[in-house]
């Protein structure tokens, strides 16, 4: 299945890539199926993306959790929590 990902803030910067389009196995289904398959590229993925660190996820410009379902041609972004100030 093909996805578009986005990436926001500081994790786009970290990743120093903003958008990409990627081919993902069936065995991604979830939007945090795409975040465990992103952190498996290693180094700065892993960094950006890991478990551990506060991240807000949307699929299709709605935000989202872990267990949202993907599907072909969706969208997928990752960025940092926002507080106001």
Known sequence: ???????FASVREALGVTQESITVPDSVA?????????????????????????????YDQEMTNAATAIADGGEVAFFPPVTGG
């Open 1 to 7: 299945m093909k996805i578009q990902l986005r990436f």
């Open 30 to 58: 979830t939007v945090g199926d795409v975040r465990v398959f992103l952190q498996q590229r290693g180094g700065v993925w892993a960094e950006a993306l890991a478990d551990g660190r506060s991240l807000r996820m949307a």
